[in-house]
């Protein structure tokens, strides 16, 4: 952590200190479940007054990033999530594996003409009818995502109902005539959050996100779903699961 604050000025001081607490947590200089310093060495540390330090501390635990317990201190909170892209990625499974409770909530569904990308992406004419779904996903509560989601009405007639029922994608798809499916591309991008984004997500403007951009494809390789989903950059990170691919490999050496 910085000790230097005389040169910072008053109005800016609660950023600077959250900043610099928020660097050592992401740096792991902080490790998980560390506690930090008591209120009182905090503001000696930083040079700071007491509300200095409580509104530093407040955005941090909105931020995710430390989370406070009455009666016993401030916390680094255990690490962000991980989550796992394959090419049968499955929301609700990625976070029942790390023991998270997931839940999504509906925001709004349309249907709408299909914008020239999102026509490209699921191989129809532009201005053909798509479901436009937007959602946001929790774990355990806590706001991890923002998606735009399309599916071509032409093939899911109805598909806005089945999905406000509760059901999940996969349930529904089934249903549908497609019991299985698998990620065709996934785009990731990095780029500061819109005003939207950041309020749904529960985050502040000056923290990036992560963009996802995903087609999910049939068995026969036929676009059934495109989607946008934009992560708090400080509460997840991605990892690349091959295991499926290798598994496949090791068969067909095994067959040779």
Do not use: C
């Not at 008053?10 to 490790?31: F, K, M, P, Y």
């Not at 806005?160 to 698998?182: Q, T």
Request: hydrophobic residues 35%; charged residues 30%.
């Amino acid at each position: 952590m910085k000790e230097d604050m005389e040169k910072k000025s008053s109005h800016g001081q609660w950023q600077q200190v959250e900043e610099d607490i928020a660097e050592d947590i992401l740096t792991g200089r902080l490790s998980p479940m560390a506690q930090l310093p008591k209120e009182a060495e905090l503001m000696e540390q930083f040079g700071v007054g007491r509300h200095t330090i409580r509104r530093a501390i407040s955005n941090l635990q909105n931020r995710g990033l430390v989370q406070v317990e009455q009666g016993r201190g401030t916390f680094v909170r255990d690490g962000r999530l991980e989550y796992r892209l394959s090419e049968r990625t499955r929301f609700s499974q990625n976070l029942l594996g790390q023991g998270r409770e997931p839940l999504g909530q509906a925001i709004r569904e349309e249907e709408t003409p299909a914008s020239a990308a999102v026509a490209e992406a699921l191989r129809l004419p532009r201005g053909e009818p798509v479901y436009h779904i937007v959602r946001r996903g929790f774990a355990d509560d806590e706001p991890i995502n923002f998606s735009n989601a399309y599916y071509p009405v032409r093939r899911f007639p109805g598909f806005d109902k089945a999905r406000r029922s509760g059901r999940s994608v996969s349930v529904i798809l089934a249903e549908y005539g497609v019991p299985d499916y698998i990620r065709l591309r996934t785009d990731i991008l990095v780029r500061m959050p819109t005003t939207e984004e950041a309020r749904q997500l529960g985050q502040g403007m000056s923290q990036p996100v992560i963009v996802s951009k995903k087609v999910d494809v049939d068995m026969k390789g036929t676009p059934i779903a495109y989607s946008e989903t934009v992560w708090p950059g400080e509460r997840v990170q991605f990892s690349i699961d091959n295991t499926n691919q290798l598994l496949d490999a090791l068969a067909r050496n095994k067959d040779i």
